[in-house]
């Protein structure tokens, strides 16, 4: 192995070490940089790429990042002078090849794969976002609603069925990795 190839998905920056909460699962082919705080109960997929080098990443209980996945920050600077953080909430499930970039990320939301949130954007709690959609920085979606388009659109209101799929699926991404974490120990 060379000296630059990281022997675990898991490297400090600058002093800054990711934290896992309890039963966390990162798969080895994932990359978790510096200053990230990943909750209990979560699970990061294979080739994830979360890049807290310049700002903090936080990320929710029982939240799933599926693979492709690309989690970083906005740095602080002449031209945001506090930069923006990536937060995302608990049970959240962030589809495949989704880009989440310095915004914030409510509680009980389903990401769309290859959805793209950029800087500023605050998705609030309970929102589904249609796979392919961009949200603009910036922009706020309110809770309860379906997003989709480029850039994004309010569709329409969820329905009860829609609502209880968020704990469904953070709690399906949960024995999944006890699964996986089961398979490793």
């Known amino acids: ?21 309890e039963r966390v699962y ?18 990061i997929w294979p080739f994830v790429a979360a890049r807290g080098d310049m700002h903090r990443i936080q990320i929710g209980a029982r ?8 989690l970083h920050i906005t740095h602080k600077g002449p031209f945001n002078a506090e930069g923006w953080p990536l937060t995302i909430g608990d049970d959240v499930t962030v589809g495949h090849s989704a880009t989440l970039h310095g915004c914030t990320i409510g509680n009980r939301v389903l990401i769309g794969i290859g959805s793209i949130v950029l800087d500023g954007a605050i998705i609030e709690d309970e929102v589904v976002i249609g796979a ?14 379906l997003y989709v388009g480029s850039p994004c659109k309010k569709a329409r209101p969820l329905t009860d069925k829609e609502r209880s799929f968020f704990t469904y ?17």
């Not at 192995?1 to 909460?21: D, E, K």
């Not at 798969?27 to 209990?40: K, L, T």
């Not at 939240?63 to 690309?70: A, E, F, K, L």
């Not at 699926?169 to 120990?185: F, M, P, R, T």
């Open 63 to 70: 939240t799933s990042i599926q693979d492709n996945t690309v």
């Open 169 to 185: 699926s953070a709690n399906n991404y949960v024995k999944l990795k006890d699964q996986y974490l089961a398979g490793i120990e």
């Open 132 to 145: 392919g959609t961009l949200v603009p920085p910036g922009k706020r979606l309110e809770s309860g609603y």
């Open 1 to 21: 192995m060379s000296p630059h190839t990281p022997a675990t998905p898991v490297t400090p920056f600058q002093r800054m070490t990711p934290q896992l909460g």
């Open 26 to 43: 990162i798969d080895p082919s994932a990359r978790i940089i510096g200053d990230v705080h990943i909750g209990s109960d979560s699970s």
